[in-house]
């Protein structure tokens, strides 16, 4: 599985953003997907995550309420939906599929490149 991230940019404190992850292959439908960022200095950190059916969905604090994540499987495609946004949003955002273990844990077998997010205040 390939993944391809991208629909990063500069934006304002309070606008939105939506990100999009496009996956190569005929078995995206069977992975759990994930969102995580890293911030320059800081480690990778969770973001959000979506089961393979779409029907479970999984978020950390910072961002709950603001994100949603989405996927269209027959586009092959998970989205990031970021409302909201806060300075602190700022960082490089991958995107990543089947999960080795839980969701939030940054042990995924597949990642996409980064995109990255730049939140002025």
């Known amino acids: 599985v390939q993944l391809q991230a991208f629909g990063g940019g500069l934006v304002q404190a309070g606008d939105s953003l939506r990100l999009s992850c496009a996956a190569s292959g005929r078995t995206f439908s069977r992975y759990g997907m994930g969102w995580f960022r890293q911030a320059p200095g800081k480690e990778r950190e969770f973001v959000a995550a979506?089961?393979?059916?779409?029907?479970?969905?999984y978020y950390s604090d910072s961002v709950k309420g603001r994100f949603t994540i989405s996927r269209d499987n027959a586009k092959n495609t998970v989205y990031l939906q970021m409302n909201s946004l806060k300075p602190e949003d700022t960082a490089a955002y991958y995107c990543?599929?089947?999960?080795?273990?839980?969701?939030?844990?940054?042990?995924?077998?597949?990642w996409g490149q980064g995109t990255l997010v730049t939140v002025s205040s």
């Open positions: 990543s599929a089947e999960p080795r273990r839980d969701y939030s844990y940054p042990e995924y077998n597949y």
């Open positions: 979506i089961s393979a059916s779409g029907i479970s969905t």
